[in-house]
Protein backbone atom coordinates (compact mmCIF):
# COMPACT_ATOMS: atom_id res chain seq x y z
CA UNK A 1 0.00 0.00 0.00
CA UNK A 2 1.63 3.37 -0.92
CA UNK A 3 1.86 5.92 2.29
CA UNK A 4 -0.92 7.77 1.93
CA UNK A 5 0.34 11.92 2.30
CA UNK A 6 -2.35 13.52 4.80
CA UNK A 7 -4.94 16.20 3.65
CA UNK A 8 -6.30 16.25 6.93
CA UNK A 9 -5.46 17.14 10.52
CA UNK A 10 -4.42 14.41 12.99
CA UNK A 11 -7.30 15.70 15.02
CA UNK A 12 -10.07 14.88 12.16
CA UNK A 13 -7.67 11.62 11.43
CA UNK A 14 -8.67 10.41 14.18
CA UNK A 15 -12.56 11.00 14.58
CA UNK A 16 -12.87 9.60 10.74
CA UNK A 17 -11.29 6.84 11.92
CA UNK A 18 -12.75 6.60 15.45
CA UNK A 19 -16.03 6.32 13.22
CA UNK A 20 -14.41 4.06 10.50
CA UNK A 21 -13.71 1.53 13.34
CA UNK A 22 -17.42 0.72 13.87
CA UNK A 23 -17.53 -1.26 10.68
CA UNK A 24 -14.52 -3.65 13.08
CA UNK A 25 -17.36 -3.74 15.82
CA UNK A 26 -20.52 -3.56 14.25
CA UNK A 27 -20.34 -5.42 11.45
CA UNK A 28 -17.15 -7.39 12.39
CA UNK A 29 -15.19 -6.32 8.85
CA UNK A 30 -11.83 -7.15 8.80
CA UNK A 31 -10.35 -3.95 6.43
CA UNK A 32 -12.23 -0.68 5.47
CA UNK A 33 -10.56 2.38 3.94
CA UNK A 34 -12.59 5.82 3.96
CA UNK A 35 -12.15 7.76 0.44
CA UNK A 36 -13.33 11.15 0.71
CA UNK A 37 -13.76 13.69 -2.91
CA UNK A 38 -11.64 16.74 -3.20
CA UNK A 39 -11.09 19.96 -5.37
CA UNK A 40 -9.59 18.53 -8.06
CA UNK A 41 -11.77 15.44 -8.82
CA UNK A 42 -9.76 12.45 -7.30
CA UNK A 43 -11.08 10.89 -4.42
CA UNK A 44 -7.80 10.47 -1.96
CA UNK A 45 -7.96 7.92 1.48
CA UNK A 46 -8.45 9.82 4.52
CA UNK A 47 -7.85 6.42 6.69
CA UNK A 48 -8.02 3.16 6.84
CA UNK A 49 -8.01 0.45 9.26
CA UNK A 50 -6.68 -3.68 9.00
CA UNK A 51 -5.14 -2.98 5.83
CA UNK A 52 -1.17 -3.83 5.22
CA UNK A 53 1.82 -2.71 3.94
CA UNK A 54 1.66 -5.30 0.96
CA UNK A 55 -2.22 -4.70 0.52
CA UNK A 56 -3.31 -3.47 -2.43
CA UNK A 57 -5.30 -0.22 -1.22
CA UNK A 58 -4.60 2.70 -3.16
CA UNK A 59 -4.04 5.90 -1.96
CA UNK A 60 -5.92 8.36 -4.51
CA UNK A 61 -8.94 7.30 -6.96
CA UNK A 62 -9.69 9.03 -9.94
CA UNK A 63 -12.75 9.92 -11.04
CA UNK A 64 -13.77 7.61 -13.38
CA UNK A 65 -12.25 4.36 -11.13
CA UNK A 66 -14.38 1.42 -11.23
CA UNK A 67 -15.20 1.97 -7.46
CA UNK A 68 -16.18 5.08 -8.12
CA UNK A 69 -18.18 4.80 -11.09
CA UNK A 70 -20.51 1.92 -8.90
CA UNK A 71 -21.01 3.73 -6.18
CA UNK A 72 -22.23 6.59 -8.08
CA UNK A 73 -24.35 4.52 -9.46
CA UNK A 74 -25.95 3.05 -5.65
CA UNK A 75 -27.27 6.15 -4.95
CA UNK A 76 -27.68 6.57 -1.04
CA UNK A 77 -27.76 2.54 -0.72
CA UNK A 78 -24.70 0.81 0.18
CA UNK A 79 -24.43 -2.58 -1.33
CA UNK A 80 -22.34 -5.90 -0.87
CA UNK A 81 -20.70 -8.54 -2.58
CA UNK A 82 -19.90 -12.09 -1.35
CA UNK A 83 -18.77 -13.79 -4.65
CA UNK A 84 -16.24 -12.24 -6.43
CA UNK A 85 -17.58 -13.59 -9.82
CA UNK A 86 -19.97 -10.37 -9.12
CA UNK A 87 -16.71 -8.00 -9.51
CA UNK A 88 -16.12 -8.11 -13.09
CA UNK A 89 -12.82 -5.99 -13.26
CA UNK A 90 -12.35 -5.51 -9.37
CA UNK A 91 -11.85 -9.26 -8.96
CA UNK A 92 -8.37 -9.38 -9.47
CA UNK A 93 -8.07 -5.83 -7.17
CA UNK A 94 -9.49 -7.86 -4.32
CA UNK A 95 -7.35 -11.03 -4.63
CA UNK A 96 -4.26 -8.88 -4.49
CA UNK A 97 -5.12 -8.10 -1.12
CA UNK A 98 -5.95 -10.92 -0.10
CA UNK A 99 -10.03 -10.01 0.36
CA UNK A 100 -13.04 -11.92 -1.55
CA UNK A 101 -15.87 -9.84 0.18
CA UNK A 102 -16.57 -6.27 -0.53
CA UNK A 103 -19.17 -3.85 0.95
CA UNK A 104 -19.26 -0.35 -1.01
CA UNK A 105 -20.88 2.60 1.22
CA UNK A 106 -21.46 5.77 -0.53
CA UNK A 107 -21.58 8.81 1.62
CA UNK A 108 -24.28 11.33 0.57
CA UNK A 109 -23.84 14.67 1.44
CA UNK A 110 -25.42 18.16 1.07
CA UNK A 111 -23.85 18.39 -2.30
CA UNK A 112 -24.50 14.90 -3.74
CA UNK A 113 -21.92 12.42 -2.88
CA UNK A 114 -18.98 13.39 -0.98
CA UNK A 115 -17.19 10.14 -0.30
CA UNK A 116 -17.48 6.09 -0.03
CA UNK A 117 -16.31 3.79 2.24
CA UNK A 118 -14.73 0.20 0.91
CA UNK A 119 -15.29 -2.75 3.53
CA UNK A 120 -13.32 -6.28 3.08
CA UNK A 121 -14.71 -9.16 4.30
CA UNK A 122 -16.20 -10.54 7.82
CA UNK A 123 -14.23 -12.33 10.57
CA UNK A 124 -14.75 -16.08 10.72
CA UNK A 125 -15.00 -15.78 6.72
CA UNK A 126 -19.01 -14.88 7.22
CA UNK A 127 -20.49 -13.03 4.50
CA UNK A 128 -22.39 -9.82 4.27
CA UNK A 129 -26.17 -9.64 4.87
CA UNK A 130 -28.60 -7.91 4.92
CA UNK A 131 -28.60 -6.39 7.98
CA UNK A 132 -25.03 -5.13 7.60
CA UNK A 133 -26.54 -2.34 5.18
CA UNK A 134 -28.59 -1.11 8.25
CA UNK A 135 -25.68 -0.77 9.84
CA UNK A 136 -23.54 0.70 6.90
CA UNK A 137 -26.64 3.51 6.81
CA UNK A 138 -25.79 4.34 10.30
CA UNK A 139 -22.09 4.58 9.93
CA UNK A 140 -22.41 6.36 6.19
CA UNK A 141 -24.56 8.92 8.30
CA UNK A 142 -22.13 9.52 11.12
CA UNK A 143 -19.14 9.78 8.51
CA UNK A 144 -20.70 12.02 6.52
CA UNK A 145 -22.00 14.51 9.37
CA UNK A 146 -18.03 13.94 10.53
CA UNK A 147 -16.88 15.21 7.11
CA UNK A 148 -19.16 18.49 7.09
CA UNK A 149 -18.72 19.64 10.62
CA UNK A 150 -14.67 19.06 9.46
CA UNK A 151 -15.00 21.48 6.38
CA UNK A 152 -16.87 23.98 8.40
CA UNK A 153 -14.20 24.11 11.01
CA UNK A 154 -11.31 23.95 9.38
CA UNK A 155 1.43 -7.17 16.77
CA UNK A 156 3.85 -7.94 14.35
CA UNK A 157 6.51 -10.01 15.85
CA UNK A 158 9.36 -8.11 18.13
CA UNK A 159 12.50 -7.38 16.64
CA UNK A 160 14.99 -7.13 19.16
CA UNK A 161 18.41 -5.54 18.72
CA UNK A 162 20.78 -4.90 21.02
CA UNK A 163 24.16 -2.36 20.21
CA UNK A 164 26.33 -0.34 22.38
CA UNK A 165 25.30 3.29 22.35
CA UNK A 166 26.73 5.34 20.01
CA UNK A 167 27.90 8.87 21.78
CA UNK A 168 27.69 11.80 19.43
CA UNK A 169 25.97 15.18 20.66
CA UNK A 170 22.92 14.53 22.55
CA UNK A 171 19.41 15.78 20.83
CA UNK A 172 17.34 18.50 21.90
CA UNK A 173 14.96 17.56 24.17
CA UNK A 174 11.24 18.47 23.44
CA UNK A 175 9.68 19.46 26.91
CA UNK A 176 6.05 20.20 25.59
CA UNK A 177 3.00 18.20 26.23
CA UNK A 178 1.90 16.67 22.90
CA UNK A 179 0.05 13.09 23.05
CA UNK A 180 2.38 10.20 21.73
CA UNK A 181 2.23 9.34 18.44
CA UNK A 182 0.11 10.88 15.45
CA UNK A 183 -2.52 7.76 14.80
CA UNK A 184 -2.98 6.16 18.50
CA UNK A 185 -6.18 5.38 17.99
CA UNK A 186 -4.87 2.45 15.72
CA UNK A 187 -3.34 0.78 18.75
CA UNK A 188 -4.57 1.67 21.99
CA UNK A 189 -6.89 4.40 24.02
CA UNK A 190 -5.62 6.36 26.76
CA UNK A 191 -6.00 3.61 29.03
CA UNK A 192 -3.95 1.24 27.20
CA UNK A 193 -1.59 3.85 26.90
CA UNK A 194 -0.96 4.34 30.67
CA UNK A 195 -0.89 0.94 31.48
CA UNK A 196 2.19 0.18 29.08
CA UNK A 197 3.62 3.39 30.89
CA UNK A 198 3.37 2.02 34.08
CA UNK A 199 5.37 -1.24 32.97
CA UNK A 200 7.90 1.09 31.52
CA UNK A 201 7.68 2.27 35.38
CA UNK A 202 8.16 -0.55 36.80
CA UNK A 203 11.08 -1.71 34.52
CA UNK A 204 13.43 1.42 36.38
CA UNK A 205 13.18 -1.00 39.88
CA UNK A 206 15.97 -2.48 38.58
CA UNK A 207 19.22 -0.15 39.81
CA UNK A 208 20.96 -1.40 36.92
CA UNK A 209 18.31 -0.18 34.35
CA UNK A 210 19.09 3.73 33.14
CA UNK A 211 15.98 4.57 30.66
CA UNK A 212 13.01 3.12 29.04
CA UNK A 213 11.64 4.65 26.14
CA UNK A 214 8.56 4.12 24.69
CA UNK A 215 7.73 5.75 20.78
CA UNK A 216 4.74 5.29 19.11
CA UNK A 217 5.28 6.44 14.98
CA UNK A 218 3.58 6.42 11.95
CA UNK A 219 5.38 7.56 8.26
CA UNK A 220 4.79 11.27 9.43
CA UNK A 221 5.94 11.87 13.08
CA UNK A 222 7.13 10.21 16.21
CA UNK A 223 6.84 10.81 19.13
CA UNK A 224 9.45 9.40 22.39
CA UNK A 225 8.52 9.28 26.02
CA UNK A 226 11.27 8.62 28.12
CA UNK A 227 11.54 7.52 31.49
CA UNK A 228 14.89 7.64 33.45
CA UNK A 229 16.18 7.83 36.60
CA UNK A 230 16.27 11.23 39.01
CA UNK A 231 19.81 12.26 39.13
CA UNK A 232 21.40 11.04 36.04
CA UNK A 233 22.65 12.76 33.27
CA UNK A 234 19.68 12.68 29.90
CA UNK A 235 20.30 10.19 27.56
CA UNK A 236 21.71 10.91 24.48
CA UNK A 237 18.20 10.65 21.93
CA UNK A 238 19.92 10.61 19.18
CA UNK A 239 21.22 7.23 18.75
CA UNK A 240 18.26 6.33 20.49
CA UNK A 241 16.22 7.26 17.92
CA UNK A 242 18.70 5.61 15.13
CA UNK A 243 18.39 2.55 17.91
CA UNK A 244 14.68 2.71 16.85
CA UNK A 245 14.25 3.35 13.40
CA UNK A 246 16.80 -0.11 12.95
CA UNK A 247 14.28 -1.91 14.49
CA UNK A 248 11.28 -0.97 12.79
CA UNK A 249 12.48 -1.62 9.45
CA UNK A 250 13.86 -5.00 10.64
CA UNK A 251 10.15 -5.10 11.66
CA UNK A 252 8.94 -3.51 8.17
CA UNK A 253 6.99 -0.80 9.86
CA UNK A 254 6.84 2.52 8.93
CA UNK A 255 9.53 4.77 10.62
CA UNK A 256 9.27 8.90 10.44
CA UNK A 257 11.90 10.95 9.30
CA UNK A 258 14.03 12.20 12.19
CA UNK A 259 12.64 15.61 11.88
CA UNK A 260 9.09 14.71 13.04
CA UNK A 261 9.93 13.36 16.02
CA UNK A 262 9.27 14.47 19.10
CA UNK A 263 10.69 13.54 22.61
CA UNK A 264 9.94 14.12 26.28
CA UNK A 265 12.05 12.85 29.06
CA UNK A 266 9.91 12.48 32.64
CA UNK A 267 12.16 11.51 36.02
CA UNK A 268 11.28 8.76 38.23
CA UNK A 269 12.68 8.83 41.72
CA UNK A 270 15.53 6.46 42.13
CA UNK A 271 19.09 5.72 42.98
CA UNK A 272 21.46 7.56 40.46
CA UNK A 273 22.69 4.99 37.76
CA UNK A 274 25.84 5.94 35.89
CA UNK A 275 26.41 3.43 33.08
CA UNK A 276 30.01 3.00 31.85
CA UNK A 277 29.20 1.12 28.48
CA UNK A 278 25.13 1.06 28.58
CA UNK A 279 23.37 -1.39 26.02
CA UNK A 280 20.55 -0.55 24.07
CA UNK A 281 17.63 -3.41 23.54
CA UNK A 282 14.97 -2.10 21.17
CA UNK A 283 11.69 -4.16 19.99
CA UNK A 284 8.43 -3.23 18.08
CA UNK A 285 5.78 -4.35 20.63
CA UNK A 286 2.92 -3.57 18.60
CA UNK A 287 2.19 -2.39 15.03
CA UNK A 288 -1.02 -1.50 14.02
CA UNK A 289 -2.47 0.35 9.82
CA UNK A 290 0.56 2.34 9.06
CA UNK A 291 1.61 2.93 13.02
CA UNK A 292 3.60 1.29 15.55
CA UNK A 293 4.81 1.58 19.14
CA UNK A 294 8.72 0.71 19.92
CA UNK A 295 9.86 0.35 23.30
CA UNK A 296 14.01 0.77 24.27
CA UNK A 297 15.79 -0.69 27.34
CA UNK A 298 19.17 1.24 28.38
CA UNK A 299 20.77 -1.16 30.92
CA UNK A 300 24.35 -0.88 32.48
CA UNK A 301 23.77 -4.76 32.07
CA UNK A 302 24.23 -7.69 30.12
CA UNK A 303 21.27 -7.67 26.96
CA UNK A 304 19.42 -10.34 28.85
CA UNK A 305 18.07 -7.88 31.80
CA UNK A 306 17.12 -5.70 29.01
CA UNK A 307 15.02 -8.69 26.78
CA UNK A 308 13.35 -9.44 29.96
CA UNK A 309 11.93 -6.16 30.48
CA UNK A 310 10.99 -5.92 26.80
CA UNK A 311 8.94 -9.02 26.75
CA UNK A 312 7.27 -7.54 30.13
CA UNK A 313 6.34 -4.34 28.39
CA UNK A 314 5.42 -6.25 25.13
CA UNK A 315 3.13 -8.43 26.95
CA UNK A 316 1.37 -5.68 29.00
CA UNK A 317 1.07 -3.75 25.62
CA UNK A 318 -0.38 -6.72 23.78
CA UNK A 319 -3.23 -7.29 26.58
CA UNK A 320 -3.31 -3.61 26.94
CA UNK A 321 -4.32 -3.97 22.92
CA UNK A 322 -6.60 -6.67 23.53
CA UNK A 323 -9.03 -4.27 26.65
CA UNK A 324 -9.06 -1.43 23.97
CA UNK A 325 -10.22 -3.69 20.88
CA UNK A 326 -12.82 -5.66 23.35
CA UNK A 327 -13.67 -2.00 24.80
CA UNK A 328 -14.51 -1.04 21.01
CA UNK A 329 -16.57 -3.72 20.24
CA UNK A 330 -18.77 -2.98 23.13
CA UNK A 331 -19.25 0.32 22.24
CA UNK A 332 -20.10 -0.46 18.96
CA UNK A 333 -23.15 -2.51 20.38
CA UNK A 334 -24.23 0.06 22.68
CA UNK A 335 -23.90 2.79 19.10
CA UNK A 336 -26.41 0.34 18.12
CA UNK A 337 -29.19 0.07 20.50
CA UNK A 338 -29.50 4.08 19.82
CA UNK A 339 -30.45 2.92 15.97
CA UNK A 340 -31.69 -0.60 16.17
CA UNK A 341 -33.70 -0.49 13.11
CA UNK A 342 -34.06 1.90 9.85
CA UNK A 343 -35.09 5.20 11.92
CA UNK A 344 -32.68 7.33 11.80
CA UNK A 345 -32.27 9.03 15.53
CA UNK A 346 -29.52 11.68 14.33
CA UNK A 347 -29.80 14.71 17.34
CA UNK A 348 -29.74 11.69 20.00
CA UNK A 349 -26.35 10.14 18.68
CA UNK A 350 -24.63 13.49 18.18
CA UNK A 351 -26.06 14.39 21.83
CA UNK A 352 -24.97 10.97 23.57
CA UNK A 353 -21.27 10.55 21.80
CA UNK A 354 -20.39 14.25 23.31
CA UNK A 355 -22.02 13.16 26.84
CA UNK A 356 -20.00 9.86 26.30
CA UNK A 357 -16.84 11.33 25.60
CA UNK A 358 -17.51 14.15 28.69
CA UNK A 359 -18.07 10.71 31.42
CA UNK A 360 -15.00 9.57 30.30
CA UNK A 361 -12.68 12.48 30.93
CA UNK A 362 -15.05 13.23 34.28
CA UNK A 363 -14.45 9.62 35.22
CA UNK A 364 -10.90 9.50 34.54
CA UNK A 365 -10.15 12.68 36.42
CA UNK A 366 -11.88 11.52 39.13
CA UNK A 367 -9.64 8.52 39.28
CA UNK A 368 -11.64 6.07 38.47
CA UNK A 369 -10.13 2.58 37.39
CA UNK A 370 -10.18 1.11 33.29
CA UNK A 371 -13.30 -0.30 33.98
CA UNK A 372 -15.06 2.32 35.40
CA UNK A 373 -14.02 4.66 32.98
CA UNK A 374 -15.38 2.80 30.11
CA UNK A 375 -18.96 2.19 32.06
CA UNK A 376 -19.01 6.20 32.25
CA UNK A 377 -18.20 6.00 28.46
CA UNK A 378 -21.14 4.16 27.83
CA UNK A 379 -23.27 5.69 30.03
CA UNK A 380 -22.89 8.23 28.73
CA UNK A 381 -23.59 6.91 25.19
CA UNK A 382 -26.48 4.87 26.42
CA UNK A 383 -28.62 7.78 29.07
CA UNK A 384 -31.23 8.64 26.61
CA UNK A 385 -31.46 5.43 24.81
CA UNK A 386 -35.12 5.38 26.14
CA UNK A 387 -35.91 8.41 24.10
CA UNK A 388 -36.20 6.45 21.02
CA UNK A 389 -39.59 4.21 22.18
CA UNK A 390 -40.95 7.54 22.53
CA UNK A 391 -42.52 10.06 20.50
CA UNK A 392 -38.98 11.29 19.58
CA UNK A 393 -39.64 13.50 16.88
CA UNK A 394 -42.08 15.43 18.86
CA UNK A 395 -40.50 15.88 22.21
CA UNK A 396 -36.50 15.39 21.39
CA UNK A 397 -34.64 18.38 21.62
CA UNK A 398 -37.74 20.48 22.11
CA UNK A 399 -37.12 23.93 23.74
CA UNK A 400 -40.77 24.46 25.41
CA UNK A 401 -42.73 20.83 25.77
CA UNK A 402 -46.11 21.56 27.57
CA UNK A 403 -47.03 19.66 31.08
CA UNK A 404 -48.20 16.42 28.86
CA UNK A 405 -44.85 16.32 27.19
CA UNK A 406 -42.98 17.03 30.05
CA UNK A 407 -44.47 13.60 31.81
CA UNK A 408 -43.94 11.81 28.50
CA UNK A 409 -40.49 12.62 28.36
CA UNK A 410 -39.80 12.00 31.73
CA UNK A 411 -40.48 8.02 31.40
CA UNK A 412 -37.45 7.94 29.06
CA UNK A 413 -35.39 7.09 31.79
CA UNK A 414 -37.32 4.12 33.05
CA UNK A 415 -37.68 2.81 29.30
CA UNK A 416 -33.90 3.29 28.71
CA UNK A 417 -33.07 1.46 32.25
CA UNK A 418 -35.32 -1.59 30.55
CA UNK A 419 -33.72 -1.69 27.25
CA UNK A 420 -29.78 -1.87 28.72
CA UNK A 421 -30.79 -4.20 31.05
CA UNK A 422 -32.79 -6.32 28.66
CA UNK A 423 -29.37 -6.03 26.27
CA UNK A 424 -27.23 -7.10 29.20
CA UNK A 425 -25.84 -3.42 30.09
CA UNK A 426 -26.72 -4.11 34.01
CA UNK A 427 -23.49 -2.05 35.18
CA UNK A 428 -25.20 1.28 33.60
CA UNK A 429 -28.16 0.72 34.24
CA UNK A 430 -28.68 2.64 37.56
CA UNK A 431 -27.04 5.50 35.85
CA UNK A 432 -29.63 5.35 32.68
CA UNK A 433 -32.55 5.50 35.42
CA UNK A 434 -31.01 8.02 37.52
CA UNK A 435 -29.65 10.37 35.40
CA UNK A 436 -32.37 13.00 36.36
CA UNK A 437 -31.73 13.05 39.94
CA UNK A 438 -30.78 16.06 41.61
CA UNK A 439 -28.35 16.99 44.54
CA UNK A 440 -30.93 18.03 46.40
CA UNK A 441 -33.88 15.58 46.08
CA UNK A 442 -36.00 17.37 43.72
CA UNK A 443 -34.86 14.87 40.71
CA UNK A 444 -36.80 12.09 39.18
CA UNK A 445 -37.62 9.52 38.55
CA UNK A 446 -37.17 8.58 42.57
CA UNK A 447 -36.40 11.52 44.02
CA UNK A 448 -32.82 10.33 44.97
CA UNK A 449 -30.34 12.96 46.94
CA UNK A 450 -26.71 13.58 47.71
CA UNK A 451 -24.65 10.19 47.73
CA UNK A 452 -27.73 7.71 46.95
CA UNK A 453 -27.75 8.90 43.74
CA UNK A 454 -25.03 6.22 41.79
CA UNK A 455 -22.35 8.27 40.63
CA UNK A 456 -22.41 7.54 37.35
CA UNK A 457 -25.59 8.78 37.04
CA UNK A 458 -24.22 12.16 38.95
CA UNK A 459 -21.51 12.06 35.76
CA UNK A 460 -24.33 11.71 33.06
CA UNK A 461 -26.11 14.45 35.01
CA UNK A 462 -23.52 16.96 34.48
CA UNK A 463 -21.79 15.81 31.12
CA UNK A 464 -25.74 16.38 29.79
CA UNK A 465 -26.21 19.39 31.09
CA UNK A 466 -22.78 20.72 29.81
CA UNK A 467 -23.01 19.07 26.35
CA UNK A 468 -26.54 20.76 25.86
CA UNK A 469 -25.47 24.32 26.78
CA UNK A 470 -22.25 24.23 24.46
CA UNK A 471 -22.99 21.87 21.64
CA UNK A 472 -23.84 23.75 18.21
CA UNK A 473 -26.80 21.18 17.53
CA UNK A 474 -28.58 21.79 20.78
CA UNK A 475 -32.28 23.22 21.13
CA UNK A 476 -30.93 26.18 22.83
CA UNK A 477 -28.43 28.70 21.81
CA UNK A 478 -24.77 27.72 22.13
CA UNK A 479 -22.96 29.00 25.09
CA UNK A 480 -19.02 29.35 25.45
CA UNK A 481 -17.17 26.90 28.04
CA UNK A 482 -16.63 29.49 30.80
CA UNK A 483 -20.31 30.51 30.89
CA UNK A 484 -21.39 27.27 30.85
CA UNK A 485 -19.23 26.26 33.67
CA UNK A 486 -20.49 29.27 35.91
CA UNK A 487 -23.82 27.93 35.44
CA UNK A 488 -22.47 24.00 37.06
CA UNK A 489 -21.30 26.30 39.67
CA UNK A 490 -24.33 28.04 40.85
CA UNK A 491 -26.32 24.76 40.82
CA UNK A 492 -23.45 22.80 42.47
CA UNK A 493 -25.06 21.02 45.69
CA UNK A 494 -28.54 21.70 44.79
CA UNK A 495 -28.89 20.54 41.16
CA UNK A 496 -25.74 18.62 40.82
CA UNK A 497 -23.13 16.85 42.95
CA UNK A 498 -19.60 19.40 43.92
CA UNK A 499 -17.50 16.89 43.12
CA UNK A 500 -18.85 16.34 39.71
CA UNK A 501 -18.79 19.86 38.89
CA UNK A 502 -15.16 20.11 39.94
CA UNK A 503 -13.93 17.34 37.40
CA UNK A 504 -15.90 19.05 34.77
CA UNK A 505 -14.03 22.07 34.80
CA UNK A 506 -10.85 20.11 35.05
CA UNK A 507 -11.91 18.67 32.08
CA UNK A 508 -12.51 21.70 29.95
CA UNK A 509 -9.47 23.28 31.42
Known amino acids: MKAQRSLWTPETERAFKEILYRFMGEVHATKAALYLKTSDENWNMATQYGFGRRDRLIESLADDHTIVRMVRAFGEDPRYYNDPNELGELENYLAEAGTSRLMLVPLQGRGGLIGLVDVR ?163 VVLAGEGCSMIASVVTDAEPTLAREILARISARSTAAQDRFHLRFARRGLARRLLQPGDRRYPELVAHSLGVSRLCWSIARVMEFDDAGMENAAVAGLLHDVGMRELDYDRLYMHPTPGPEDRRTYRMHVEVGERIVRVEGFDEIADAVRHHHERWDGNGYPDRLAGSAIPVLARIV ?22 RALAILDRAAGHQFDPKVVEAMAKVSA
Open 461 to 482: HVAEVFDLFTAANSYRPAVNRE
Open 121 to 283: DKGAQRPFAAGDLDVARSIAFALTRQVEDSKSTDTVESSVVDAPIESPAAAAVDDGTDELGDEPAALLDDPGFDDVNAAAIEGLVDQRVVAIAITVASHRSGATLVHQRSGTPVIELEPLVRHQVAAMGQASVAAPQQTAWKTEVRRTPGSAVLARQPIIATS
